[in-house]
T-cell receptor, first 115, second 112 residues
């Protein structure tokens, strides 16, 4: 069974640009969550999607947005990039609606560098 | 909302020794406490979890203990091996539609 696939794995952008990251969950998983990982802050929750609907949102500015498609694939977008957005963005899928009922399966992440 | 504190941030042990990582949480309604291991260049992977109706859970060399009264839980790794070197994250969440809240991680180094 294929794992969670995130693309691209690495990307470099400049301040003010926007970026779109993609996540393909494990087949059959309908819940997709996104986390931002930085050395100082650990894993911070961005948002969760289930059946194409955003179910939860973390404490991030409106520049961070996402969506989920009918095949459960998800994208996240960051507009007007800032230096502080440099991070590893992790996607996780789950077969359960709520993440506290089962395992999260993480992808290897997309490492974004903002110059 | 929930807040999870994790200590220590770095830990070095000799191969064969035990390692203990501790976490505290703030929301008394939290009832699910997983631990994830992240190896270099990879995403975190669940290694063990515990729910609030259980005080301790073991899986081979790994054990987790939970003290709901004190609102803290710990990961214990016995007979550490070099392949245990990684970053470990604790997390907590409560009932309902609440996402996992992670601690900031502990970088464990096992010295051969």
């Amino acid at each position: 069974k294929a794992g969670v696939t995130q693309t691209p794995r690495y990307l470099i952008k400049t301040r003010g640009q926007q970026v779109t990251l993609s996540c393909s969950p494990i087949s059959g998983h309908r819940s997709v969550s996104w986390y931002q990982q930085t050395p100082g802050q650990g894993l911070q929750f961005l948002f969760e999607y289930f059946s194409e609907t955003q179910r939860n949102k973390g404490n991030f500015p409106g520049r961070f947005s996402g969506r989920q498609f009918s095949n459960s694939r998800s994208e996240m977008n960051v507009s007007t990039l800032e230096l502080g957005d440099s991070a590893l963005y992790l996607c996780a899928s789950s077969s359960y609606r709520v993440t506290n009922t089962g395992e999260l399966f993480f992808g290897e992440g997309s490492r974004l560098t903002v110059l | 909302g929930e807040n999870v504190e994790q200590h220590p941030s770095t830990l070095s042990v000799q191969e064969g020794d035990s390692a203990v990582i501790k976490c505290t949480y703030s929301d008394s309604a939290s009832n699910y406490f997983p631990w994830y291991k992240q190896e270099l260049g990879k995403g975190p992977q669940l290694i063990i979890d515990i729910r609030s109706n259980v005080g301790e859970k073991k899986d081979q060399r790994i054990a987790v203990t939970l003290n709901k009264t004190a609102k803290h839980f710990s990961l214990h790794i016995t007979e550490t091996q070099p392949e245990d070197s990684a970053v470990y994250f604790c997390a907590a969440s409560s009932v309902g539609n609440t996402p996992l809240v992670f601690g900031k991680g502990t970088r464990l180094s096992v010295i051969a």
